[in-house]
DNA sequence: CTATTTGAACTGACCAGTCAGTTCAGTTAG
DNA sequence: CTAACTGAACTGACTGGTCAGTTCAAATAG
């Protein structure tokens, strides 16, 4: 019956050196270890099979924790999921937010923040399958959630674009939302067209594709 | 092993129903109303709540037809999936096809395919979905098809890509292929985007913020 | 007569969530 | 110094339920 193995724990715990802790209250070592390891894992299997396909099991056991650990750390499966979202979105906001002001020209800038997108999909490709398999289906279990997390991307997308017509002379007839969901949609796909199918596409190339959009808005 | 032989519907399934005009083996009005109802009942259901989260039960039951004739008329509920995918690839493609040549302008034929596949999506909203939540899942349960589906929408959208390279001067440092990918991914999230969280937004909107990417392909 | 459909019973696997028990890094008490 | 104690973190067997896929005898349509 105690024939529990010693387990590991190991107390290789990363230090967290610098990481910017969130607003959360101080909590233990361990369990933010645990935290981001079950990030980890759920990205690459939720990534791949879906949110459906996967099993809690299996997430532990890639995290190398129990299943109970996933239900001390998370009340629910659908709550690990909800949180990994919110976790993703925190980094690719954190990149695109570092390209703001880094350049005057807005164009220029809009091409750094595309480029900084491609090379947060090579970084995390799952999180992107993961994005476009579970938005957009109504009423989802994350509606509310994609909800928020969509404004608060559109939204930097938008202060780019913003940027760009106030220092280009672009086409008025353009709406500004719609604009924006296609100049998303082209970075989500072209991202992930290329991990998937097209992998000898360079960065650079795909950039070029994607700021296509941005050329035809502005009237040269 | 079964006892009566499934119909092996292969790679030719007649998908317009109604022409009862020279099918080459003789099959009742019957199954193919039959499959053509599991069809729709499938697509609304699988495009809401993704392809694990609806049972065969269920789409029998929104077929009005019994579990058995499900496994009669497809193998599985994977067979099933392969091929309402590519039924609604089929569909979309005709509609497509249809374009090419109305027009003498390749710039105004692109506008019409944008705009087409728009209509497209605005009676069968759940397509999309479905390509989306399923696709680039690899290896995926589908692979095979995706890729094959996949190469066919892009010969199309290729082909008009190619008549406005003839036809206007237009900027060769963009890669052909990452182009395609960014027309098809911005054709696909504005689209959803607008049937998910913007309803207001008017086709022709969405067809301009798309014809974006052609704008700016286009040397001015 | 044959192809198709029905409906219900059945199997075997799989799975989300629970809970009583275990571990261990501290902390306090002697 | 060390023994007792604490509680957060973790464990994994177990439960109650679901579901894909199978089978088949009987009904129905062409």
């Known amino acids: 019956m105690s024939t529990t193995e010693p387990v590991a724990t190991d107390s290789t715990s990363d230090s967290t050196a610098g990481s910017a802790s969130g607003s959360k209250k101080l909590r233990p070592e361990r369990t933010n270890a645990t935290k981001q390891r079950l990030f980890e894992a759920s990205m690459e299997l ?3 099979r879906g949110a459906a396909g996967v099993t809690v099991d299996e997430i532990a056991a890639a995290a190398g924790v129990s299943k109970g650990t996933v239900y001390y750390n998370f009340g629910s499966k659908s709550d690990l999921i909800a949180q990994l979202l919110r976790h993703g979105v925190d980094i690719m906001l954190a990149r695109l937010q570092a390209i703001e002001g880094q350049t005057n020209d807005p164009l220029e800038s809009m091409t750094n923040m595309v480029d900084q997108a491609m090379v947060f999909m090579d970084k995390y490709p799952s999180f ?3 994005w476009v398999s579970e938005n957009w289906r109504m009423p989802g279990e994350w509606s509310s959630v994609f909800t928020e997390l969509r404004a608060e991307l559109l939204a930097v997308i938008g202060a780019a674009v913003e ?5 280009y002379q672009v086409d008025t007839s353009i709406a500004r939302g719609s604009l924006e969901a296609a100049i998303f949609g ?5 991202g992930l067209d290329r991990q998937t199918y097209n992998p000898e596409r360079s960065r650079e190339q795909c950039v070029a594709a994607v700021m296509t959009i941005m050329h035809g808005y502005v009237i040269k």
């Open 186 to 190: 082209a970075i989500f796909v072209v």
């Open 128 to 130: 992107a399958r993961l």
């Open 163 to 167: 940027r760009v017509a106030a220092g």
């Open 46 to 48: 939720i990534g791949e």
